[in-house]
């Protein structure tokens, strides 16, 4: 039940360090069940889907500890195939350990994953992918919400109706046993694939053109059991959605912010969209920094996209900084159907929003006064410590675990920009 506490109207300025990203972490922590061994994932962030996965990867027989950000996960002795429901209704990644199970052991049961409240989300990419691969599925409960998979992957062409990252992801992961090549097309590009597949090679997988629409894996012969097992030390990538939701509090605070550890060509449209807003930008090297004047002009229409184009993890933020941006903003989100869950808050604070389906279009108000909000969900309640930090007088933001879910410290790092942010817990 904690809460934090934010003085708004300091501008931010600093200097910050991008942490390990959320979606990378989570798929190569499923997938250091894939080859048995004991693998070391550094500058893993500690989030409490990460803290999830791991007492998943726990329940299926993994031992796991950590070394300051360093996650180790001793994978040998994975003898389960079935992940608890429990855990996995708590968390959308656990999907991901159908791929990891079905390659280590020819077989997995998941419960249908639980997440954001952002939309639907339903896994049927994932299913019909893998039983194009030669995968019995069954799907049981009275909800249809157990999952049970068996077999290993023929190999073969699977094209995806959409480039789904979870699917991708999952796919790669299954096809890495059996008898089969197989080629993913219309797959996601995300980069965080790529760094999947930078782990899976470096467990001796053979895994290819992750970061663009075509994937090929060569299957390994057989369920990856036999293997002998592996030690690898993996260095996880920026979080690239962590870096741009400190580029939108320091945009919008009218703040300066020097930025280290990310590399600018994964926010490209985030940081045209910044510029478009009258931020100054420069970026060098795994350097960015953010110059943003007092009040910002209005981006004019953005439109959510799969990877290169702008992320809908970032587009809540940009929501929020949009509201006292001079002009009309226009926000088309194509990715997932229910992603304005903070406008309700954010009116509530001043803000000018209308939704019609999927689009937004915020008319820029002066300021946005302090208020109590609560967080829905993960980005959205990142969204509205933004609209705190940029408010006039004190808001309070309530629903803070769904922000743990995929921020480290959130309030930490903001303090050693000069933010007024305080956690609390309800007495
Ligand atoms: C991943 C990210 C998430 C990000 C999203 C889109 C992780 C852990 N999470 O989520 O932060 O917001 O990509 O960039 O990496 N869909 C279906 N059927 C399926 C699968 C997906 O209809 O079987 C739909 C989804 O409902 C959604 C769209 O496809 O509308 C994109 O989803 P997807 O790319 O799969 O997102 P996730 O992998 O869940």
Redesign the pocket.
């Known amino acids: 039940m904690d809460y934090y506490e934010i003085e708004g109207g300091i501008p931010l300025r600093g200097e910050y360090r991008v942490k390990g990203a959320?979606?990378s972490a989570?798929?190569i922590m499923a997938a250091t069940v894939c080859r048995a061994g004991v693998h070391e994932l550094y500058d893993c962030p500690r989030i409490e889907d990460v803290f999830i996965m791991e007492k998943i990867l726990q329940a299926l027989g993994a031992r796991t500890y950590w070394q300051d950000h360093c996650l180790v996960v001793d994978s040998r002795n994975v003898c389960e195939s079935v992940v608890p429901a429990e855990l996995m209704t708590e968390m959308?990644?656990s999907v991901f350990l159908l791929g990891s199970l079905l390659a280590r052991c020819g077989e997995a049961t998941i419960y249908r994953p639980g997440?954001c409240n952002i939309?639907?989300?339903?896994?049927?990419?994932?299913?019909s992918g893998l039983q194009q691969l030669g995968i019995e599925v069954e799907v049981s409960g009275e909800y249809g919400e157990k999952v049970s998979c068996c077999g290993v992957c023929r190999g073969g062409t699977v094209t995806l109706p959409?480039?789904?990252?979870?699917?991708t992801?999952n796919l790669i992961m299954a096809a890495l046993s059996g008898d089969g090549d197989t080629i993913i097309e219309n797959c996601?590009s995300?980069p965080?694939i790529a760094d999947l597949q930078g782990f899976l090679r470096l467990c001796g997988f053979q895994v290819y053109g992750c970061g663009t629409d075509t994937v090929f894996i060569k299957g390994s012969g057989s369920t990856i059991s036999r293997m002998p097992s592996a030690e690898t030390m993996y260095f996880i990538m920026e979080d690239r959605?962590e870096a741009a939701t400190y580029i939108m509090a320091a945009a919008g605070t009218g703040g300066r912010l020097v930025l280290r550890g990310i590399r600018p060509e994964l926010l490209k449209e985030v940081l045209r969209a910044v510029e478009r807003m009258g931020a100054a930008v420069h970026a060098s090297g795994d350097i960015i920094e953010v110059i943003s004047p007092r009040r910002l002009r209005s981006p004019g229409i953005v439109v959510t996209e799969?990877?290169p184009g702008f992320?809908?993890?970032c587009q809540p933020q940009l929501l929020t900084v949009s509201t006292v941006a001079r002009g009309l903003t226009t926000i088309r989100e194509e990715?997932?159907?229910s992603r304005f869950t903070h406008k309700k808050e954010l009116i509530k604070m001043g803000a000018n929003i209308e939704t019609c389906g999927k689009n937004a279009i915020i008319k820029g108000v002066p300021f946005l006064h302090g208020e109590k909000v609560e967080a829905l969900d993960l980005r959205g309640g990142a969204a509205l410590v933004l609209a705190g930090l940029m408010a006039e007088g004190r808001t309070t933001v309530t629903g803070v675990r769904h922000i743990d879910r995929g921020y480290e410290d959130l309030d930490k790092g903001i303090r050693t920009l000069g933010g007024l942010i305080e956690r609390r817990t309800c007495d």
């Open positions: 959320k979606n989570l798929p959308r990644s997440g939309g639907k989300r339903p896994i049927d990419m994932h299913i959409y480039p789904s990252v979870g699917a992801e996601a995300e965080e959605i799969p990877f992320p809908t993890d990715i997932f159907e």
